[in-house]
């Protein structure tokens, strides 16, 4: 599985330098004189090293994640006020997007987990719900008790995932072709940290999503007392 990652991270990673090793040749050799030229060459070269530098950080987000329990600092801690802080540093985006948002916090949400790590899975999956929903749409958060689980779902009126795309999307680095990831930013790693956190919590996620009518990812936590 690691020497899999790697050659994949490797992959990932070539493809941004080749092109700005392709426009800073060109532009060396000195034949691209024109202003106008070299300022697209640029602003390209730009726009790569941008998209190089959220991948090596989603990698180091991710391979945090994977030192898994060792490196985790497990408490009891309460799943509202995780996704709360959650909510509160990324609704801004969504609200200038133009997405409204409906959100329900029980009090006492008790698991135990790490509380970063916890904070990432939820943080992905809003992103998520954010970047991949159009205008007009509304997102749901919610966390809640329910029997002996604790359960969080991130709810949207988005595009939607097609049946067939839906075990791969929790793979590393997979993203769906369509449109509206192309012209989405991400590294296709949100979601593997996602799984990757739940496992290590023995949490289970599931996914009910439709195209066009949007998706419902839910993950239900062992609940503590
Ligand atoms: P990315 O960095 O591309 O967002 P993720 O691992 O978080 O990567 O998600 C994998 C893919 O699953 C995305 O590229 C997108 O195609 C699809 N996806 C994830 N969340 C949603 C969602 N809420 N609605 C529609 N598609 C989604």
Not at 142 to 156: C, G, L, M, T, W
Request: glycine letters at 8%; aromatic letters at 10%; a positive charge.
């Amino acid at each position: 599985m690691k020497a899999n990652f790697l050659s994949s991270v490797s992959h990932e990673l070539k493809t941004p330098l080749t092109s700005i090793k392709m426009f800073a040749e060109m532009m060396a050799r000195g034949r691209v004189m024109k202003v106008e030229k070299v300022q697209e060459y640029s602003r390209l070269i730009n726009k790569e090293a941008s998209r190089l530098e959220n991948l090596i950080g989603a990698i180091l987000n991710y391979t945090r994640m994977e030192h898994g329990t060792g490196a985790f600092k497990w408490e009891k801690l309460d799943f509202s006020v995780c996704v709360k802080k959650v909510f509160e540093a990324v609704e801004d985006i969504g609200v200038e997007k133009g997405l409204s948002f409906k959100t329900h916090f029980d009090p006492k949400v008790y698991v135990m987990g790490d509380y970063t790590a916890l904070y990432s899975l939820a943080q992905n999956l809003i992103e998520n719900a954010i970047k991949y929903t159009n205008v007009p749409g509304d997102i749901e958060i919610k966390v809640y008790n329910e029997d002996d689980r604790a359960v969080f779902s991130v709810i949207d009126t988005g595009v939607g995932i097609p049946s067939s795309e839906q075990k791969n999307i929790f793979n590393d680095f997979y993203r769906v072709g369509d449109e509206m990831t192309r012209s989405t930013k991400g590294s296709g790693l949100g979601l593997a940290i996602v799984k990757r956190v739940a496992e290590t919590h023995k949490a289970t996620i599931s996914l009910v999503s439709k195209p066009g009518k949007g998706s419902n990812f839910t993950v239900r936590f062992r609940k503590v007392d």
